[in-house]
């Protein structure tokens, strides 16, 4: 196996506290940002709005037609389909006859050269996006329930599932929050992201969680601080290895996957990031601590 470092003796456990801090920093920016000062920007999926497909005859570029609905004060989140020239344009909290015929007249007049047709067009209402948001909430909700049984189960031990489950639902949060801060739109895709980086970083903890077992059995004299120290310091060329590759890929698919994966790169790009320093310096931890001071009573 390839390793970055042959071997490392990093005192992860016993820098606990300072690591804390900045994810509870970290935590209170995504909480006054959430539910103080600009909250979740939803997408039409949640907060409701109108869906229009447009079937041009000719080509047309994504840029052009954003500027072209731009300059006629019109905000749109767009997705294209270059072989079938077809161009879905989704609108928030419009209703459905006025926005429609609107966009149809700016397209008429701005390209007279390049005519098409209405496929569909659809209205979302507020009630239907309640509901979206009732069940992205409880998708989230069952996916960790999920992982502390599965977790509690696989190692014996409540505790281990619950901070495991601590470290992606910190991960999931702060993801959150940076979509809060820089006001992206949390859409049904976004919550598919979160979903997937819940389960990259579970997987992550896992890894050092089953090191953790393997050297209590093989280091039964050494101290649980010692042994959380060694399992994380054995892990960790993999776990920067995994982490670098997949930030290569999503890297790249950010920068170059275009508008409508943008977002969802962003999220599972910063995803990695904090999903990596979760697993090392806050689940693993948080068991130490939980053990500490059950031994202490």
Known sequence: MIELFKKTNFDFVGKRKPFFII????????????FFHKGLNFGIDFSGGTLIQLKFNQSIKLADIRNILSNNGIAAELQDFPQQHSVIIRIKKGTDEGITQKIQDIFVKELPQNPFELERAEYVGPTIGKHLINQAFFA?????????????FRFKSG?????????????????IGLFSILNREISITIVAALLTLAGYSINDTIVIFDRMRENIRLYRKESLFDLINRSVNETLSRTIITSLTVFL????????????????ALALLFGVIIGSYSTIFVAAPIVYEWEKRRTVK
């Open 159 to 175: 505790i281990w599932g619950v901070a495991g489950v601590l470290a992606l639902v910190h991960d999931v949060f702060i993801t």
């Open 140 to 152: 989230l909700f069952w996916s960790f329930v999920g992982i502390i049984i599965y977790v509690a």
């Open 249 to 264: 890929v999503l890297t790249s698919l950010f920068f170059l996957g275009g508008e409508v994966i943008h977002d969802f």
């Open 23 to 34: 994810s509870g920093a970290l935590l209170l920016i995504s909480v006054f940002s959430i």
